[in-house]
Protein backbone atom coordinates (compact mmCIF):
# COMPACT_ATOMS: atom_id res chain seq x y z
CA UNK A 1 0.00 0.00 0.00
CA UNK A 2 1.49 3.69 -1.04
CA UNK A 3 2.04 6.10 1.39
CA UNK A 4 -0.65 8.56 -0.16
CA UNK A 5 -3.82 5.69 -0.13
CA UNK A 6 -2.52 4.92 3.99
CA UNK A 7 -2.88 8.28 4.66
CA UNK A 8 -5.87 8.54 2.93
CA UNK A 9 -7.36 5.58 4.65
CA UNK A 10 -6.18 6.69 7.96
CA UNK A 11 -7.91 10.26 7.75
CA UNK A 12 -11.18 8.29 6.65
CA UNK A 13 -11.32 6.22 9.93
CA UNK A 14 -10.32 9.20 11.77
CA UNK A 15 -13.59 10.68 10.48
CA UNK A 16 -15.64 7.87 11.30
CA UNK A 17 -14.29 7.07 14.59
CA UNK A 18 -16.64 9.92 16.26
CA UNK A 19 -19.61 8.14 14.40
CA UNK A 20 -19.86 5.06 16.55
CA UNK A 21 -21.32 7.00 19.67
CA UNK A 22 -19.82 6.51 22.59
CA UNK A 23 -20.02 9.56 25.41
CA UNK A 24 -16.45 10.88 25.79
CA UNK A 25 -17.11 12.41 29.27
CA UNK A 26 -18.20 9.81 31.45
CA UNK A 27 -19.13 12.70 34.03
CA UNK A 28 -23.34 13.04 34.64
CA UNK A 29 -24.72 16.60 35.09
CA UNK A 30 -28.28 15.02 36.58
CA UNK A 31 -30.46 18.15 35.56
CA UNK A 32 -29.41 17.71 31.48
CA UNK A 33 -29.41 14.01 31.66
CA UNK A 34 -26.99 11.40 31.41
CA UNK A 35 -23.77 11.02 29.39
CA UNK A 36 -24.67 14.18 27.12
CA UNK A 37 -27.52 12.30 25.97
CA UNK A 38 -30.68 14.56 27.35
CA UNK A 39 -33.80 13.88 29.03
CA UNK A 40 -36.40 13.22 26.86
CA UNK A 41 -34.35 12.42 23.98
CA UNK A 42 -36.01 9.27 21.43
CA UNK A 43 -34.68 5.95 22.00
CA UNK A 44 -32.06 6.22 18.49
CA UNK A 45 -30.50 9.83 20.30
CA UNK A 46 -29.97 7.89 23.49
CA UNK A 47 -28.06 5.31 20.71
CA UNK A 48 -26.21 7.66 18.50
CA UNK A 49 -24.57 9.32 21.60
CA UNK A 50 -23.67 6.14 24.05
CA UNK A 51 -23.75 3.39 21.15
CA UNK A 52 -25.85 0.30 20.76
CA UNK A 53 -26.80 -1.01 23.96
CA UNK A 54 -25.66 -4.40 25.64
CA UNK A 55 -29.32 -5.02 25.07
CA UNK A 56 -32.71 -4.17 25.66
CA UNK A 57 -35.78 -5.36 27.92
CA UNK A 58 -39.18 -4.56 27.12
CA UNK A 59 -41.19 -3.93 30.60
CA UNK A 60 -44.42 -3.27 27.82
CA UNK A 61 -45.50 -2.14 24.54
CA UNK A 62 -44.04 1.68 26.13
CA UNK A 63 -41.60 0.95 28.30
CA UNK A 64 -37.85 -0.23 27.37
CA UNK A 65 -34.88 -0.52 29.25
CA UNK A 66 -31.87 -0.27 27.81
CA UNK A 67 -28.32 -2.25 29.26
CA UNK A 68 -24.88 -0.83 29.30
CA UNK A 69 -22.06 -2.70 30.82
CA UNK A 70 -23.16 -4.50 33.57
CA UNK A 71 -24.60 -1.93 36.05
CA UNK A 72 -26.08 1.17 33.99
CA UNK A 73 -29.95 0.78 32.21
CA UNK A 74 -31.64 3.49 30.69
CA UNK A 75 -35.59 3.76 31.02
CA UNK A 76 -37.37 5.19 27.55
CA UNK A 77 -40.62 5.56 28.34
CA UNK A 78 -42.69 6.30 25.38
CA UNK A 79 -39.97 6.79 23.17
CA UNK A 80 -38.47 9.26 25.53
CA UNK A 81 -35.70 9.37 27.86
CA UNK A 82 -36.93 9.77 31.66
CA UNK A 83 -34.58 7.12 34.15
CA UNK A 84 -31.40 6.53 34.98
CA UNK A 85 -30.18 3.33 37.33
CA UNK A 86 -26.97 2.78 38.12
CA UNK A 87 -25.43 0.02 40.62
CA UNK A 88 -27.10 -2.83 42.54
CA UNK A 89 -28.66 -5.68 40.62
CA UNK A 90 -30.45 -4.16 37.57
CA UNK A 91 -32.67 -7.00 36.39
CA UNK A 92 -32.64 -11.11 35.90
CA UNK A 93 -33.38 -9.97 32.29
CA UNK A 94 -29.83 -8.60 32.06
CA UNK A 95 -28.03 -11.47 33.67
CA UNK A 96 -29.80 -13.93 31.17
CA UNK A 97 -28.72 -11.55 28.22
CA UNK A 98 -26.72 -13.42 25.52
CA UNK A 99 -24.10 -10.78 25.49
CA UNK A 100 -20.70 -9.25 26.04
CA UNK A 101 -20.55 -6.60 28.62
CA UNK A 102 -19.00 -3.16 27.57
CA UNK A 103 -16.81 -2.16 30.28
CA UNK A 104 -16.50 1.84 29.14
CA UNK A 105 -20.10 2.69 31.23
CA UNK A 106 -18.48 0.86 34.20
CA UNK A 107 -19.61 2.64 37.11
CA UNK A 108 -16.32 2.84 38.50
CA UNK A 109 -15.43 5.43 35.31
CA UNK A 110 -18.57 7.60 36.33
CA UNK A 111 -18.52 10.68 38.26
CA UNK A 112 -20.93 13.12 38.72
CA UNK A 113 -20.00 16.88 38.75
CA UNK A 114 -15.97 15.28 38.35
CA UNK A 115 -16.47 13.39 41.53
CA UNK A 116 -16.41 9.58 42.06
CA UNK A 117 -19.75 8.66 43.99
CA UNK A 118 -20.60 4.96 43.70
CA UNK A 119 -19.07 3.00 46.44
CA UNK A 120 -18.16 6.48 48.16
CA UNK A 121 -19.54 7.19 51.46
CA UNK A 122 -22.71 9.40 52.20
CA UNK A 123 -20.93 12.92 52.75
CA UNK A 124 -19.35 12.17 49.36
CA UNK A 125 -22.12 11.58 47.48
CA UNK A 126 -23.67 14.51 49.13
CA UNK A 127 -20.88 16.78 48.33
CA UNK A 128 -20.73 15.35 44.21
CA UNK A 129 -24.47 15.36 44.02
CA UNK A 130 -24.46 18.90 45.51
CA UNK A 131 -28.17 18.20 46.87
CA UNK A 132 -28.75 18.08 50.70
CA UNK A 133 -29.44 14.95 51.37
CA UNK A 134 -30.57 15.16 54.97
CA UNK A 135 -29.49 12.32 57.58
CA UNK A 136 -27.83 9.18 56.58
CA UNK A 137 -29.61 6.76 56.24
CA UNK A 138 -29.97 3.27 54.53
CA UNK A 139 -32.73 4.77 51.68
CA UNK A 140 -32.60 8.48 50.73
CA UNK A 141 -34.59 10.44 48.36
CA UNK A 142 -33.87 13.82 47.17
CA UNK A 143 -33.77 16.21 44.23
CA UNK A 144 -33.55 19.18 42.29
CA UNK A 145 -36.47 20.93 40.50
CA UNK A 146 -36.25 18.62 37.10
CA UNK A 147 -34.79 15.18 39.14
CA UNK A 148 -35.68 13.29 41.50
CA UNK A 149 -32.30 10.96 43.03
CA UNK A 150 -33.18 7.43 44.60
CA UNK A 151 -29.99 6.34 46.50
CA UNK A 152 -29.67 3.13 48.43
CA UNK A 153 -26.70 2.71 50.69
CA UNK A 154 -25.20 0.06 52.74
CA UNK A 155 -24.17 -0.13 56.60
CA UNK A 156 -20.33 -0.80 56.38
CA UNK A 157 -20.00 -0.12 60.36
CA UNK A 158 -22.03 0.80 63.24
CA UNK A 159 -25.44 2.70 62.84
CA UNK A 160 -25.58 6.73 63.16
CA UNK A 161 -22.80 8.25 61.36
CA UNK A 162 -22.71 9.69 57.84
CA UNK A 163 -19.67 7.86 57.48
CA UNK A 164 -21.18 4.53 58.49
CA UNK A 165 -23.22 4.10 55.29
CA UNK A 166 -21.85 3.81 51.19
CA UNK A 167 -23.55 3.99 47.96
CA UNK A 168 -25.01 0.79 46.72
CA UNK A 169 -27.12 1.81 43.82
CA UNK A 170 -28.58 5.58 42.42
CA UNK A 171 -31.34 6.46 40.19
CA UNK A 172 -32.30 9.44 38.49
CA UNK A 173 -35.78 10.40 36.99
CA UNK A 174 -37.15 13.22 34.80
CA UNK A 175 -40.14 14.94 36.28
CA UNK A 176 -41.37 17.49 34.09
Known sequence: MSQGVFLKNLIFLILLLP???FASNLDI????G????????????VEAVLGKPNGYYRINKNRTLLFYGKSVS????RNRFREVHIGGDLSDALSELPTTFNTK???SNLTINGKPFL????????????????VPS???SAGTDEVFVD????????????NEFVLRKISFAYQL
Do not use: H, P, T
Not at 34 to 45: M, N, P, R, T
Not at 151 to 162: A, H, I, P, R, T
Open 74 to 77: LLIS
Open 138 to 140: YSV
Open 151 to 162: LSFSGVGGYGSE
Open 29 to 32: DINK
Open 119 to 134: RERFEKVEEALKIELG
Open 105 to 107: YDV
Open 34 to 45: FLGVKWLSSQEE
Open 19 to 21: SYG
